[in-house]
Structures are given as structure tokens and as C-alpha cells.
């Protein structure tokens, strides 16, 4: 196991609504990716929080957006939910930046929007 | 071209073949790759990073082609265990995955 967790594991959400995701870092990464997984397709970086702070993001629109905390847990929220966002979200933690360093990842969190 | 192609998959193989994936990357710039195995509905899992010409481990082989910009991955002996989507990931400041290959290895 890497460490890296995530909840919940599972959610339903109807269209319109927001949902938060969080996940907990492996002990001694600082560094946090947001990714999600749409079936059959690899995954697509959302964002990265790096020392509480934005340190890159995808092509994702604003209404998907992050924090991370001093412990450098995370959370991942999104607003006015759209039936697309039906995905596997997963976190990812790595400790310096995504460029160059492997990330370990979180289980996952499976959102179903209806 | 997208940043990441992989062969598209599935693969379909008897247990004790030898089979070979290719992942092609279009930023050049990228210094390091990783190959993470995913089984069906879980997380990717790291299986290999490759920082120079290529890696080996086991049964394991990473080949880069920096020239041509792609990177392999050879799996001897396939076991029944070794099925699972295989994602090609070239760094360059963010990880960019390949839609994956699948491989099933049969009886």
C-alpha cells in the first residue's frame, strides 16, 4: 500500500450539485496531484498543490478547484456537478513536484453524477 | 499529435509469451518516464522509471528511444498476474498518461 488515502470511496451526486473529495499524503510528500479518470481512458491531470500552493494545472475549468493543508492533505472540490464528471478521482502524492518525481496513488474516489 | 500514443490494445497472449508495448511522446524536453500498471477499477501502481536509456528489473525491460521519442516496455514470461492496463507516463513538469494498453494473459 502507498500510504496515500482517499474518501469517500464512493458517491452519487445529482447534476448542479458540488461535492469535495479528499485524500491524505503519504508521510513526507509535500507535493499533491489531482487527477481524473473517465472509463477506458488514462488519467488527466487536474491540479497540483505543492506547499499549500497551486503549482500547475490541466485543462480543467474553474469550477474545479483545490486546497491543501499545512499537514499537506488536500481536498478536491467541484461545482455545478455535470453528468461528464462521472470519473474515477484520484490523488496523488509525491514528495517534490510532479516533474521529475514519482507519485504514489490514492485508491480513489468513484463520483457519479445522475 | 496527442502528447502521449500508445499502442491501443488489447493484447491478448498465453502465459510464457514475451510481449512488448510502445508509447510515443511528443515533448522532447521530457527527462524521465515512468510505466505504471493499473488493474481494473484501482490505482495506478508505479512498475518502472526510466531516467536514462532504458531499466531492467526481472522480468522487466524499459527501452528509450530518445531520438525517435519512444519509450518500450518487454515483459518475458508473462504471467497470469501481469494482466492488467499498462500507462506510459514522459515527464515535463506534470505527468502526462497515455491512455493505457491492456494486456490479458491466458491458461
Known amino acids: 500500500e502507498t500510504g496515500v488515502t482517499q474518501s469517500p470511496t464512493h458517491l452519487i451526486k445529482t447534476r448542479g450539485q458540488q461535492v469535495t473529495l479528499r485524500c491524505s499524503s503519504q508521510?513526507?510528500?509535500?507535493?499533491v496531484s489531482w487527477y481524473q479518470q473517465a472509463l477506458g481512458q488514462g488519467p488527466q491531470f487536474i491540479f497540483q498543490?505543492?506547499?499549500?500552493?497551486?503549482?500547475g494545472r490541466g485543462n480543467f475549468p474553474p469550477r474545479f478547484s483545490g486546497l491543501q493543508f499545512p499537514n499537506y492533505s488536500s481536498e478536491l472540490n467541484v461545482n455545478a456537478l455535470e453528468l461528464d464528471d462521472s470519473a474515477l478521482y484520484l490523488c496523488?502524492?509525491?514528495?517534490?513536484?510532479?516533474?521529475?518525481?514519482?507519485?504514489?496513488f490514492g485508491p480513489g474516489t468513484r463520483l457519479t453524477v445522475t | 499529435r496527442k502528447e502521449v500514443e500508445q499502442d491501443p490494445g488489447p493484447f491478448n497472449v498465453p502465459e510464457g509469451a514475451t510481449v512488448a508495448f510502445n508509447c510515443t511522446y511528443s515533448?522532447?524536453?521530457?527527462?524521465?518516464f515512468f510505466w505504471y500498471r493499473q488493474d481494473c477499477r484501482k490505482e495506478p501502481k508505479l512498475l518502472m522509471s526510466?531516467?536514462?536509456s532504458g531499466n531492467e528489473d526481472g522480468r522487466f525491460t524499459a527501452q528509450l528511444n530518445r531520438a525517435s521519442q519512444y519509450i518500450s516496455l518487454l515483459i518475458r514470461d508473462s504471467k497470469l498476474s501481469d494482466s492488467a492496463t499498462y500507462l506510459c507516463?514522459?515527464?515535463?513538469?506534470?505527468?502526462?498518461f497515455g491512455q493505457g494498453t491492456e494486456l490479458s494473459v491466458k491458461p
Open positions: 507516463v514522459p515527464t515535463g513538469g506534470k505527468l502526462i
Open positions: 515533448n522532447s524536453a521530457s527527462q524521465s
Open positions: 496523488a502524492s509525491s514528495p517534490a513536484g510532479a516533474g521529475a518525481s514519482e507519485q504514489y
Open positions: 508521510s513526507g510528500h509535500n507535493t
Open positions: 526510466v531516467y536514462s
Open positions: 498543490y505543492y506547499r499549500e500552493e497551486e503549482n
